[in-house]
């Protein structure tokens, strides 16, 4: 049950209470609370929000229809000089709409107290702390910095975001990196609306909803006031006490585990018309993707592709199907460059971006489909969300952010993914490796596509070493890297000069010198094992102590430190795909001396095997053979194995340092 | 007719000419071999044409012609440009070309991007810039970028760098100035020497240079790299800076017409400001207690919050302004400081520097605009006290590794001086540690320590007493990476900004420290201070190396050893000598159990050749291994 954590990540308790929470007002900052020294929960904090209350609530325009507004106050506490950054505010806003008015969003209210002399001294923001600036030309930010603040500060902000965008809220935040003492979330939502209400995170958030009658005046196109009468739908959120959210190593997206609230529109179900379905359930989801020109349309389109098809696959030979994915993906890989825009939508069109070699996610991969649907092969897109957009749980469009895609055969599937110019059939980039993606078919149906392996990627070094009798080390060594192993080499080296290369190696390896170096497999042929070769010398791998020789066994493999060093762990721990260490040592050791003793042989392992580490050694007369193997066989785990992990890799740690020691005959 | 047909075939073939050399712009074949090793892109022309036509007005043209051959040389092309309210782009484009040298793309401006200038602390700013998004779709490519811009900006006349950035060779490197007679052009050129760079004209009015066949230059750590790569600057005795004409004959007058026409006016505050700082300093007569009052006050009203408006990049916010908002940038904050000192009637100056951990210089024969930070200077008898505005915890008059020891221009109301700030002394940037631990029967450790730091070092710790308990862990397991399974038990810091001392105090057991096998047991006896940052061997140095600032670390640490065993190996004592430092650690037996481990490590400030860096290199790794000096006992 390695996946249990997520679930309880997600569990959306819906705990009916009263909602007479505590009655926050801005404007009522008490004497008590710009007197605190320390927030009394965590002494350590720089900051906390006291209390933050959104609110979004609809006005009713008679040409624009039904307007969102996205309401946010705010109080701040600022106890250390750490914390003055809380007195900036960054907002950005959409301006980047086709066919609704850009987003607008105004600040009031903003003001910061101070105790001085005992009583409380008010400082008002006025316009020259409030900038707005263009980011680009979808996107606004104003920014804020509040006047006088210092330590003990306590910092008061309303803001507004008015929004035709009614498909989507801003998120909501319920934890930051501070403490949050108080925070409630409100939504008047007309009949009309129907949202989907997305709680994340480890928070116990209390929530309630009622249906009241509401009537909302407007002017008409006469300019005469009119109403409009209906029922809404009002939700309210609670969460007391919010602890910061604190940073852990090995953790795929630290977002993932903050708690915040989303709303999506689920249908719309305006008076006198059908009932309209946005997002529901999977099929749902994936047919209003499908059914966009962007998608569905742009994967209709292949006759453009036939002249350069011909060319690359000649109908008359007989290639088996095998071949031809390999022959079409290498082609797709090799002619089209990410422009680094990620997304399922194609921008320019498939056709466009084909004739200029360019192309954003869904643009280069959907020319793979494409091609490989005019070679006879069938493929089909596959919606993912990366690493960095966090993990698609609950069905809705904006979880996913990539698209992939995937080849069936023998009841198998092979994914592909042409953006990276180093993966290969079934070899994602690693961002991509991020709980399941969505295969889509023609007819909208989807089934969910397990992306993250379950082959081990490997890394075999051999190496055969001899000592000599002042301590010198000498000897050749192998590598060889597959699969993810090798993709990541391939990434971070492909590009970097052989003579830096080589002077980082050397120095990563506590300073021996390489000579002789090869490598086989670098940018060629993608789909095979990386192979590297050098002859190395040093004189930093054996300690002579009194008349004897001691030598790590793993030499500059040896691990040095426990990244696992916190006591208490709540994410789980992220290693991306499963993987295979194996060190194959032959030393020889220098006439004159003999062995005192070699690290035994051991094996150790986590719960369900996860971690599997061992070592095997013997000698016989000068030689000594250890080999060494480290498993991994998850790419995630949860934070329930945390402290057998810690000291896994404490027990593996202290065997890797235990010597080999040769003494003087 | 028949004239005309001739005409047209005339011209086509004229056409067809001109499309003949355009196919044949930068082929790759013509590189020499020598520029391509080690070289990510090729910089084929950079060539710079600046127009000065007078004090309020210069054209800037540039055409850069890169050859990339590789993701890692797509940093080298370089197109962009920055614009503002004086400053505005009127040409950009640029022209992607294969390597045969035919034209595959042309890129107007309207496919540049045009984005706002904020970066990293800077809350706002009006400036944008202009910049190519390009994504290649085959390698090796030339890129042929163009730009024209205009300013009236004269204060600042772009440098010349021949070479810009590691890994990328340079074929041609050409400046063309012209610039009237009668606005006093100067120029200073810097680490031309080793470098193929002729000058071809230099007129009261012309002024051109060539570069020709840099090769492609490796990344070489403790370097800097001011003093290796070949630059020249400009300037003009008469320019204008955002609408504000000015001179810079000499520092005096430039100091003055910065005193004059920037700083004048911007030192208000409202009367109740003023009474509260006369009330807030009483009787004190001494100026530097006085000002230690005062810094402390500011410390703890403001905030630094970077905000670049208009003329706001170069002139101070209001002081008056700064007191209500309580934040502003280095130049409001130091503004503002000055003006409440001016009320307890202490003098201080503005300071223009380059502040930067890697020490600067303001170019002290080369009247400018110059810096990147504001510091404040208060007079003492015959120095200066420097206070760093922008900081809430610095101690009064501390400068750390930010604006220590380097060329400064202090801006006073009767003109500008350059002044050399506070320089800290190699034996002055103390790390004095003082301990003990003892190592039980089952090489289990527990221990505790003092560790003070002063000087240039109390900036590397100081910090620690404001971070999270997260960093301290992350902090201290990172210092003694050496100790495994390191457990801190209870941590406390005194931080004396008085005499600016920072000291720890740490309490610390690790299980199995000492490697206990059979009836051995072995353990590294330096155990608080390994010296870890190694230094990398670097193949075939080419450049001469610096340490920027020395230091002394001295420990003294007592050492329990477990009953019931004898020490069968006890390394000897060690010492080291070079014009790099000196290293010595010594071991005293007090008795069968008790020893005393003492080491000192002092290191030395200075410049050093290329072939010095490998000595340097040996010299720290014998202290390395020494460091790593281990004991065995065995059971009795």
Not at chain 1, 129 to 157: C, D, H, Q, Y
Not at chain 1, 641 to 665: A, N, P
Not at chain 2, 572 to 579: A, R, W
């Amino acid at each position: 049950m390695k996946n249990r954590f997520l679930i309880t990540a997600v569990l959306f308790c819906l705990v009916i209470f009263n909602s007479n929470s505590q009655d926050f007002r801005l404007g009522k900052v008490s004497i008590e609370e710009l007197k605190e020294k320390n927030h009394p929960k965590d002494s350590s904090a720089v900051a906390a929000i006291l209390c933050k209350k959104g609110k979004t609530y609809f006005d009713y325009d008679f040409k624009k229809g039904f307007v969102a507004n996205h309401e946010i106050q705010i109080r701040i506490k600022i106890y250390k000089k750490e914390g003055l950054d809380w007195a900036n505010f960054e907002v950005p806003y959409y301006v980047g709409y086709q066919n609704l008015s850009d987003e607008m969003v105004r600040f009031s209210d903003g003001i910061t107290y101070n105790i001085e002399n005992g009583s409380i001294v008010k400082t008002k923001l006025n316009s020259e702390g409030t900038f707005k600036e263009n980011v680009n030309e979808n996107w606004k930010k104003a920014t804020i910095a509040m006047p006088a603040v210092r330590v003990g500060s306590v910092i008061e902000l309303k803001y507004t975001i008015k929004s035709e965008n009614l498909t989507k809220f801003p998120v909501f935040q319920i934890q930051y990196s501070v403490p949050v003492n108080h925070v409630e979330f409100c939504s008047e939502i007309p009949e009309y609306f129907i949202y989907k209400q997305l709680l994340t995170g480890y928070v116990d958030v209390k929530s309630d909803s009622k249906l009241e009658q509401t009537s909302k005046t407007f002017d008409n196109e006469y300019r005469q006031t009119s109403s409009i009468n209906y029922q809404q739908i009002k939700s309210t959120f609670v969460a007391d006490d919010v602890p910061q959210l604190e940073k852990e190593s090995y953790v795929d997206n630290i977002n993932n585990y903050r708690s915040s609230l989303q709303y999506e529109l689920e249908t719309t179900r305006y008076p006198n018309q059908p009932v309209k379905d946005y997002s529901q359930t999977w099929d749902g989801v994936v047919k209003t993707i499908y059914e966009d020109k962007d998608f569905g349309k742009e994967l209709q389109e292949r006759l453009y592709l036939l002249d350069d098809l011909k060319k690359i696959i000649n109908s008359n030979e007989n290639i088996s199907d095998f071949d031809k994915i390999n022959i079409v993906f290498k082609f797709m890989q090799s002619k089209m460059n990410w422009n680094g825009e990620y997304g399922y939508y194609t921008e320019k069109g498939v056709k466009k971006a084909y004739l200029e070699q360019t192309g954003n996610v869904a643009e280069i991969n959907f020319n793979l489909i494409n091609m490989l649907n005019l070679a006879g092969i069938s493929a089909y897109p596959v919606l993912v969300s990366t690493r960095e957009h966090g993990i698609p749980v609950f069905p809705n469009r904006a979880v996913f952010n990539y698209t992939i895609a995937a080849v069936e055969m023998n009841e198998e599937k092979i994914l592909l993914d042409a953006v990276n110019k180093y993966t290969a059939p079934n070899i994602l980039p690693l961002s991509v490796l991020n709980w399941k993606g969505r295969l889509v078919r023609q007819d909208g149906t989807s089934e969910e596509i397990n992306l993250v392996p379950n082959k081990a990627s490997k890394q075999h070094h051999n190496l055969s070493v001899a000592v000599a009798k002042n301590g010198y080390i000498s000897g050749k060594y192998l590598v060889q890297k597959t699969d993810y192993e090798a993709l990541i080499f391939r990434e971070r080296e492909a590009n970097v000069q052989k003579e830096n290369y080589l002077e980082k190696k050397e120095n990563e390896f506590n300073g021996i010198e390489i000579n002789d170096y090869t490598i086989e497999n670098k940018g060629t042929d993608l789909s095979k094992a990386v192979v590297e070769k050098f002859t190395f010398a040093s004189n930093n791998h054996c300690e002579m102590v009194g008349g004897k020789m001691f030598i790590n066994p793993l030499l500059f493999f040896t691990m040095e430190k426990n990244p696992f060093v916190q006591e208490k762990r709540k994410m789980p721990i992220y290693f991306g795909y499963p993987r295979q260490e194996k060190y194959n040592f032959n030393f020889e050791i220098p006439e004159g001396y003999q062995v005192e003793s070699i690290p035994k042989a051991m094996r150790i392992a986590t719960d369900d095997k996860m971690l599997v580490f061992s070592v095997n050694s013997l000698f016989s007369g000068n030689n000594i053979q250890i080999s060494v193997t480290k498993e991994i066989n998850t790419g995630m785990a949860s934070a329930d194995f945390y402290d057998g992990l810690k000291e896994f890799y404490q027990k593996m740690i202290e065997k890797q340092h235990e010597k080999i020691v040769l003494k003087k005959i | 007719m028949k004239i005309k047909k001739i005409q047209l075939a005339i011209i086509l073939m004229f056409f067809a000419l001109q499309l003949q050399a355009q196919n044949n712009e930068y082929p790759l074949t013509l590189i020499a071999d020598s520029l391509k090793e080690n070289a990510n892109a090729i910089v084929r022309l950079y060539q710079i044409d600046v127009a000065i036509s007078s004090q309020r007005s210069m054209n800037i043209k540039t055409k850069r012609v890169v050859s990339v051959f590789n993701e890692s040389g797509l940093s080298a092309i370089d197109a962009f440009e920055n614009y503002d309210k004086t400053t505005s782009v009127k040409n950009i484009e640029a022209r992607i070309i294969n390597a045969f040298g035919n034209e595959i793309k042309r890129i107007r401006r309207k496919e540049f991007k045009d984005v706002s200038a904020i970066s990293g602390s800077t809350l706002f700013s009006d400036s944008r810039y202009i910049y190519l998004d390009y994504t290649p779709t085959q390698y090796p490519f030339t890129i042929i970028y163009e730009s024209e811009v205009e300013t009236s900006n004269t204060a600042f006349i772009p440098s010349w760098f021949p070479v810009q950035d590691y890994l990328v060779g340079v074929e041609q490197s050409i400046l063309n100035v012209m610039h009237p007679n009668n606005l006093g052009f100067k120029k200073k050129e810097f680490n031309f020497s080793g470098f193929n760079i002729q000058k071809e004209t230099d007129t009261d009015t012309q002024l051109s240079y060539k570069a020709t066949g840099i090769l492609a230059q490796r990344q070489e750590p403790y370097c800097n790299v001011s003093a290796i790569f070949p630059k020249l600057i400009m300037g003009l005795e008469y320019f204008n800076l955002e609408g504000e004409d000015g001179t810079a004959k000499s520092w005096k007058e430039f100091g003055k017409w910065y005193y004059d026409e920037i700083l004048t006016g911007t030192t208000q505050l409202s009367p109740e400001t003023v009474s509260k700082i006369k009330a807030l300093v009483g009787s004190e007569i001494d100026p530097i207690a006085k000002a230690k009052m005062i810094y402390d006050y500011v410390q703890k009203k403001s905030r630094y919050v970077s905000i670049q408006v208009g003329i706001g990049g170069w002139k101070p916010m209001l002081a008056n302004d700064v007191d209500r908002l309580g934040y502003g940038d280095c130049k409001a904050l130091t503004n503002y400081t000055r003006s409440l000192l001016d009320i307890v009637g202490v003098p201080s100056y503005n300071t223009i520097l380059y502040g930067d951990t890697h020490k600067r210089d303001i170019v002290s024969d080369f009247v400018s605009m110059q810096g990147n930070h504001m510091i404040l200077a208060i007079p003492t008898e015959n120095d200066y006290v420097w206070l760093e505005c922008t900081s809430q915890d610095d101690p009064f008059g501390y400068q750390g590794k930010f604006t220590d020891d380097r060329a400064v221009l202090v801006i006073k109301p009767t003109g500008g001086e350059i002044v050399h700030t506070k320089i800290y002394d190699d034996k002055t940037n103390l790390q004095n540690s003082k301990g003990g631990y003892s190592i039980d029967e089952k090489g289990n450790f527990s221990g505790n320590i003092n560790i003070a730091s002063e000087g240039s070092q109390y900036s590397n710790k100081a910090n620690l007493e404001n971070s999270q308990p997260i960093e301290r862990e992350t902090h201290y397991k990172e210092y003694w990476s050496n100790i495994n399974n390191l457990k801190l038990n209870k941590i406390t810091f005194s931080n004396d900004k008085e005499k600016v001392v920072f000291v720890e105090k740490v309490d610390l057991n690790a299980f199995n420290y000492a490697t206990v096998s059979g009836t051995k047991m072995i353990f590294t006896l330096n155990a608080y201070n390994q010296f870890a940052a190694s230094v990398k061997r670097i193949r075939n140095r080419k450049n001469p190396f610096e340490i920027e600032r020395g230091y002394v670390d001295i420990d003294e640490v007592e050492v329990v050893l477990p009953l019931n065993y004898t020490i069968e190996f006890l390394p000897s004592n060690f010492e080291l000598n070079s014009k790099f430092g000196d290293y010595k650690t010594e071991i005293i037996k007090k008795d069968a159990t008790h020893l005393v481990y003492k080491r000192t490590l002092s290191v030395n400030k200075g410049s050093y050749s290329n072939t010095d860096y490998d000595q340097y290199r040996l010299f720290m790794e014998q202290v390395s291994r020494n460091d790593n000096a281990k004991i065995i006992l065995t059971k009795n």
